[in-house]
């Protein structure tokens, strides 16, 4: 059983920074990909980060540049800082990753941009 474990959410100012973290457990015998979605109150979950296992990342045009996605395969840990936070920012980031025993999601972690 793999389980994902997130943290490092909270409220931030616009233009503020906050680092996520991702911690994975579990049997898991390779790692494909893991990175970083999120849902706005009304939207559909969005893709926000990956990061393969050739080191590839993957970002979308409305983070690139603000966020950065890395890892830390001997804690099998992925992270995400935030920089530059923006309002439209707001939603709940969850941790995905895929691999050789398939998808896996964490329980997501509330980041709230606000003046």
């Known amino acids: 059983q793999v389980q994902l474990v997130e943290s490092g959410g909270g409220l931030v100012q616009p233009g503020g920074s906050l680092r996520l973290s991702c911690a994975a457990s579990?049997?898991?015998?390779?790692?494909?990909?893991m990175g970083w979605y999120r849902q706005a109150p009304g939207k559909q979950r969005e893709l926000v980060a990956e990061?393969?296992?050739?080191?590839?990342?993957n970002y979308p045009a409305s983070v690139k540049g603000r966020f950065t996605i890395s890892r830390d395969n001997a804690k099998k840990t992925v992270y995400l800082q935030m920089n530059g936070l923006k309002l439209d920012d707001t939603g709940v980031y969850y941790c995905r990753l895929w691999g050789s025993g398939g998808v896996y999601w964490g329980q997501g972690t509330q980041v709230t941009v606000s003046t």
């Open positions: 990061l393969t296992n050739a080191g590839n990342t």
């Open positions: 579990g049997s898991i015998d390779v790692i494909w990909t």
